[in-house]
């Protein structure tokens, strides 16, 4: 597991003697830095809940009005025009958002954040306002991680700071987003910064309960979900919760190669512009919204739907099947807009689907059925994202109960080895090879700044035990210090080392993303047979 320090123009003495507090002094500038995220969601989210309450008296107006419809779908190309050209003004705030942090603090490019903050709101809140079956967590994450970088380039923080205040901003978005503090946390460290070192996780904590705090202050202390839940799936029927993990797995594979499809089908539509291609699910959403008004926006609308369990089957699985449709070419447009709450909902609609099925046929209780629609979102999420982790807590939060852990974390377990199994490739992953791909990106340019790079020794790890001067490190890092607990010790040719430490390696930014990848294999990989 590693840390990426961002480089600094000062001296390597400076570097590393800063690092030693970081840990404190990012916990205080969290505090801020969630109070900029929450606030940056709060505008989201009551922009959202504002469109939605005001979509059904418009439909409703326009449906008695012959002249209002094409009044509606005029104002849809001209927000779908505006969309388009906020992208192509800063191609950035497109899609999620979630893989540009990651590609950030990967070193392949750099995100203009005052840019990116003003082009994601306008552009996501049209976007909403439109009714695109998008959701407002991911735009909430990129939007959060650079409130970090402006906290960061404003008040003039050292460099070395700002991918962690990147990441507290990330938690914090999500956080003010769901009402899920501890889901913020996790999502930072298992997805964004992928690392569960102490600094990480003190930091996003301060940042995701402060964001949390502005947020509830607002929107109050009740859960994203209601759903009545009085008792727990049965031991004995624990092999239909087993299945409907294989089903999720197989579903969230399925899920990002249609992702990955429906973006290749707008790139050969050479006779549309890319600023126009959100014309498309723009179009969509006024004929959707005349004909199924329940699957446009994120999807609140069909959860109170499901909720009661009093949806027929054909009528589920329409809502699932046009549902998912829309995403697809909502997302693909590269429209400003996540895919984090609309997976979601087709997770839950999965669930209610199996549920009514296994519950009509082996005669349980119906009130368990709202149990498999809450195991199917943390399953088809996690084989979407490949956070199985941050899929448990993140259901549990929303729907404001811990009892089904046990039953969660073998949906989320059966859903991640299907999703393996299948070779599917995690969502975000995904996305960011392709931006990359798109935009022949390269790593960030070489400066003189240094870059400071922290990877954590396995207790399987080949290294434990041999010295330094016996290990081949990789070129052009310079090794400087080694954590052991609270202690740091200055690296001598014969130091020893031991499970648990920190590698703290010294290179240039050019070489970032070759070093993080060999000192990781390095202190991960286990010793090879007849090595010891």
């Given at each position: 597991?590693?840390?990426?320090?961002?480089?600094?123009?000062?001296?390597?003495?400076?570097?590393?003697?800063?690092?030693?507090?970081?840990?404190?002094?990012l916990?205080?500038?969290?505090?801020?830095?969630?109070?900029?995220?929450?606030?940056?969601?709060?505008?989201?989210?009551?922009?959202?809940?504002?469109?939605?309450?005001?979509?059904?008296?418009?439909?409703?107006?326009?449906?008695?009005?012959?002249?209002?419809?094409?009044?509606?779908?005029?104002?849809?190309?001209?927000?779908?025009?505006?969309?388009?050209?906020?992208?192509?003004?800063?191609?950035?705030?497109?899609?999620?958002?979630?893989?540009?942090?990651?590609?950030?603090?990967?070193?392949?490019?750099?995100?203009?954040?005052?840019?990116?903050?003003?082009?994601?709101?306008i552009?996501?809140?049209?976007?909403?306002?439109?009714?695109?079956?998008?959701?407002?967590?991911?735009?909430?994450?990129?939007?959060?991680?650079?409130?970090?970088?402006?906290?960061?380039?404003?008040?003039?923080?050292?460099?070395?700071?700002?991918?962690?205040?990147?990441?507290?901003?990330?938690?914090?978005g999500?956080?003010?987003?769901f009402?899920?503090?501890?889901?913020?946390?996790?999502?930072?460290?298992?997805?964004?910064?992928?690392?569960?070192?102490?600094?990480?996780?003190?930091?996003?904590?301060?940042?995701?309960?402060?964001?949390?705090?502005?947020?509830?202050?607002v929107?109050?202390?009740?859960?994203?979900?209601?759903?009545?839940?009085?008792?727990?799936?049965?031991?004995?029927?624990?092999?239909?919760?087993?299945?409907?993990?294989?089903?999720?797995?197989?579903?969230g594979?399925?899920?990002?190669?249609?992702l990955?499809?429906?973006?290749?089908?707008?790139?050969?539509?050479?006779?549309?512009?890319?600023?126009?291609?959100?014309?498309?699910?723009?179009?969509?959403?006024?004929?959707?919204?005349?004909?199924?008004?329940?699957?446009?926006g994120?999807?609140?609308?069909?959860?109170?739907?499901?909720?009661?369990?009093?949806?027929?089957?054909?009528?589920?699985?329409?809502?699932?099947?046009?549902?998912?449709?829309?995403?697809?070419?909502?997302?693909?447009?590269?429209?400003?807009?996540?895919?984090?709450?609309?997976?979601?909902?087709?997770?839950?609609?999965?669930?209610?689907?199996?549920?009514?099925?296994?519950?009509?046929?082996?005669?349980?209780?119906?009130?368990?059925?709202?149990?498999?629609?809450?195991?199917?979102?943390?399953?088809?999420?996690?084989?979407?994202?490949?956070?199985?982790?941050?899929?448990?807590?993140?259901?549990?939060?929303?729907?404001?109960?811990?009892?089904?852990?046990?039953?969660?974390?073998?949906?989320?377990?059966?859903?991640?080895?299907?999703?393996?199994?299948?070779?599917?490739e995690?969502?975000?992953e995904?996305?960011?090879?392709?931006?990359?791909?798109?935009?022949g990106?390269?790593?960030?340019?070489?400066?003189?700044?240094?870059?400071?790079?922290?990877?954590?020794?396995?207790?399987s790890?080949?290294?434990?035990?041999?010295?330094?001067?016996?290990?081949?490190?990789?070129?052009?890092?310079?090794?400087?210090?080694?954590?052991?607990?609270?202690?740091?010790?200055?690296?001598?040719?014969?130091?020893?080392?031991?499970?648990?430490?920190?590698?703290?390696?010294?290179?240039?930014?050019?070489?970032?993303?070759?070093?993080?990848?060999?000192?990781?294999?390095?202190?991960?990989?286990?010793?090879?047979?007849?090595?010891?």
């Amino acid at each position: 597991m590693r840390e990426v320090f961002k480089p600094v123009e000062n001296s390597t003495e400076n570097l590393i003697a800063h690092t030693r507090n970081m840990k404190y002094l990012l916990a205080m500038e969290g505090i801020f830095v969630g109070m900029i995220a929450g606030g940056i969601a709060i505008i989201y989210r009551l922009a959202l809940n504002f469109s939605e309450k005001n979509m059904s008296f418009v439909l409703s107006y326009a449906g008695e009005h012959h002249w209002a419809i094409a009044a509606w779908f005029a104002a849809l190309i001209v927000m779908a025009v505006i969309v388009g050209r906020m992208v192509k003004w800063e191609p950035m705030i497109s899609g999620s958002g979630i893989p540009q942090v990651e590609g950030e603090l990967q070193g392949y490019f750099e995100e203009p954040w005052l840019k990116v903050i003003i082009g994601k709101l306008i552009g996501g809140i049209l976007c909403i306002i439109g009714g695109l079956s998008l959701g407002r967590e991911g735009p909430s994450v990129q939007l959060g991680a650079m409130g970090g970088k402006g906290f960061s380039r404003v008040f003039k923080r050292l460099n070395i700071e700002e991918r962690y205040l990147m990441t507290c901003g990330a938690s914090a978005g999500l956080a003010a987003a769901f009402n899920a503090p501890l889901a913020g946390i996790m999502f930072a460290l298992e997805e964004v910064h992928k690392n569960f070192s102490a600094t990480v996780l003190f930091s996003a904590m301060t940042a995701s309960v402060t964001a949390d705090f502005v947020s509830k202050y607002v929107f109050g202390l009740g859960s994203v979900f209601q759903f009545q839940v009085d008792s727990s799936i049965p031991l004995k029927y624990y092999g239909f919760i087993i299945l409907l993990g294989i089903i999720l797995g197989a579903g969230g594979a399925f899920y990002n190669k249609v992702l990955a499809s429906t973006q290749d089908l707008y790139a050969r539509m050479t006779f549309l512009k890319a600023e126009f291609r959100p014309v498309i699910p723009f179009l969509m959403a006024g004929i959707l919204g005349f004909t199924l008004p329940q699957v446009l926006g994120g999807g609140h609308m069909m959860i109170e739907l499901l909720a009661p369990g009093n949806l027929p089957l054909t009528m589920i699985l329409l809502l699932l099947v046009v549902k998912f449709i829309f995403s697809m070419f909502s997302f693909g447009s590269g429209a400003p807009g996540g895919i984090f709450f609309p997976l979601l909902v087709l997770g839950a609609y999965i669930g209610g689907f199996y549920g009514m099925v296994v519950v009509r046929a082996m005669g349980m209780d119906p009130q368990l059925i709202n149990n498999f629609i809450i195991l199917a979102m943390a399953g088809y999420f996690t084989a979407i994202v490949r956070a199985p982790i941050t899929g448990i807590v993140l259901i549990s939060e929303m729907t404001g109960s811990f009892t089904h852990l046990l039953s969660l974390s073998v949906v989320a377990i059966a859903a991640e080895i299907t999703a393996a199994a299948l070779k599917s490739e995690p969502v975000y992953e995904m996305l960011l090879d392709r931006i990359v791909a798109r935009r022949g990106e390269e790593p960030v340019p070489e400066t003189s700044n240094k870059t400071l790079i922290a990877v954590s020794v396995h207790h399987s790890c080949g290294l434990v035990g041999k010295r330094i001067w016996e290990i081949h490190w990789p070129e052009n890092c310079l090794l400087v210090a080694i954590r052991r607990g609270e202690k740091e010790l200055i690296p001598k040719g014969d130091t020893k080392i031991r499970p648990s430490d920190t590698i703290v390696a010294l290179a240039n930014e050019t070489d970032l993303n070759r070093v993080n990848t060999e000192l990781h294999a390095l202190c991960e990989e286990a010793p090879a047979a007849g090595n010891g």
